[in-house]
């Protein structure tokens, strides 16, 4: 399993957002440790990642006896998984993310994700992603100095029709409708 630059980072860091969910095998000592572990920052490429403990003692690595890596850890809630979920979208966004990204991004797999995300949004990665979009787009349109054009490049639509085409789909109206309800909304408050 490949090294994301997440998680590499959170092994830099010693923060133990990945710990429970991988365990890292340092090639040069031989010990499997959390991804956290304080004993030592090893080089990336000197990194084998497993799920489970066993699979690393099963490939020859010691358990580290400073943070004694186990494999009863629990996984993260998932609500702690879905915010890391949306923290990724994030750092995406306006691009889309696909389950598959977002699953090797976070080192679960998909199937896992979908359902958990499912749980605990209520809806799936999708249809986050189409409201978080909305709102996006809803923001951009409040703002009078920007052209429909220009907030549809903001928006991370090439054209004006298909941000108008999705901003319709999502919110049920278009942009150019939705700026003049804002506006009559804004009269009535004068
Ligand atoms: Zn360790």
Same mark, same amino acid.
């Given at each position: 399993?490949?090294?994301?630059?997440?998680?590499?980072?959170?092994?830099?860091?010693?923060?133990?957002?990945?710990?429970?969910?991988? =365990?890292?095998? +340092?090639? %040069?000592?031989? +010990?499997?440790?959390?991804? !956290? &572990?304080?004993?030592?920052?090893?080089?990336?490429?000197?990194?084998?990642?497993?799920?489970?403990? !066993?699979?690393?003692?099963?490939?020859? =690595?010691? /358990?580290?006896?400073? &943070?004694?890596?186990?494999?009863?850890?629990?996984?993260?809630?998932?609500?702690?998984?879905?915010?890391?979920?949306?923290?990724? +979208?994030? %750092?995406?966004?306006?691009?889309?993310?696909?389950? %598959?990204?977002?699953?090797?991004?976070? =080192?679960?797999?998909?199937?896992?994700? @979908?359902? %958990?995300?499912?749980?605990? $949004?209520? #809806? @799936?990665? !999708?249809?986050? $992603?189409? *409201?978080?979009?909305?709102?996006?787009?809803?923001?951009?349109?409040?703002? /009078?100095?920007?052209?429909?054009?220009?907030?549809?490049?903001?928006?991370?639509?090439?054209?004006? !029709?298909?941000?108008? *085409? *999705?901003?319709?789909?999502?919110?049920? +109206?278009?942009?150019?409708? =939705? *700026? #003049?309800?804002?506006?009559?909304?804004?009269?009535?408050?004068?």
């Amino acid at each position: 399993m490949a090294v994301t630059d997440g998680l590499y980072r959170a092994v830099v860091d010693h923060d133990r957002r990945f710990d429970g969910r991988v =365990y890292i095998g +340092i090639r %040069t000592t031989g +010990i499997v440790c959390f991804p !956290s &572990c304080h004993s030592r920052t090893p080089r990336r490429d000197n990194i084998e990642v497993f799920f489970t403990v !066993s699979d690393a003692v099963k490939s020859g =690595y010691r /358990p580290c006896k400073r &943070c004694r890596p186990d494999d009863a850890v629990r996984r993260p809630p998932d609500a702690a998984l879905a915010a890391a979920a949306d923290q990724v +979208i994030g %750092t995406r966004f306006p691009q889309k993310v696909t389950l %598959t990204e977002l699953a090797a991004a976070l =080192y679960v797999s998909p199937r896992h994700l @979908g359902r %958990t995300l499912k749980r605990v $949004w209520g #809806m @799936g990665l !999708s249809e986050r $992603w189409d *409201r978080r979009w909305a709102l996006h787009a809803k923001l951009l349109l409040a703002n /009078p100095s920007l052209s429909i054009a220009k907030a549809a490049h903001l928006a991370g639509e090439p054209s004006p !029709s298909l941000f108008s *085409r *999705r901003f319709r789909r999502i919110v049920g +109206i278009t942009p150019r409708h =939705y *700026r #003049m309800q804002m506006r009559q909304e804004g009269k009535k408050h004068e």
